[in-house]
């Protein structure tokens, strides 16, 4: 048995339960930051959509578009694109939303086109403190 105990040891390895403890705390700052992200992303200061879209004249388009803003006091920049038939960009529009409208406003935009637009994209809106337009 004296053989036994000095070739594998009878001691448990005090570095277990620290690196158990470590393990745990990497776990749960993780599990927070990712709790946090998601609040914190899932309500961007502004966002926007497509509602529908008419071809009024060979040289303009119309949008409808609602645009959400988180606070009424958020000043947005919104961006569309009228595409032609053959996929390229034939006009844009870039319009602000303020605080004289409602947080919640579904707006008509009327783009200009350099020949017949058959769609329109929303590339989406901005406003301070957002990276990205939604």
């Avoid at 609602?66 to 870039?94: F, M, P, Y």
């Avoid at 919640?104 to 301070?128: F, H, M, S, Y």
């Amino acid at each position: 048995m004296t053989d036994l105990a000095q070739r594998y040891g009878t001691d448990r390895s005090r570095r277990a339960p620290l690196l158990v403890a470590g393990v745990v705390v990497l776990v749960v700052a993780g599990l927070a930051w990712v709790v946090w992200a998601a609040l914190f992303h899932s309500q961007p200061q502004v966002h926007s959509d497509l509602v529908s879209f008419e071809g009024a004249t060979e040289h303009t388009i119309t949008a409808t578009v609602t645009v959400v803003r988180r606070d009424e006091d958020v000043q947005a920049s919104c961006l569309l694109r009228a595409i032609a038939a053959d996929h390229s960009i034939v006009g844009e529009l870039n319009f602000t939303v303020d605080a004289s409208q409602a947080a919640r406003a579904t707006l008509t935009q009327e783009i200009r086109t350099e020949r017949e637009a058959t769609a329109v994209e929303k590339i989406g809106c901005l406003a301070d403190g957002q990276s990205r337009r939604r």
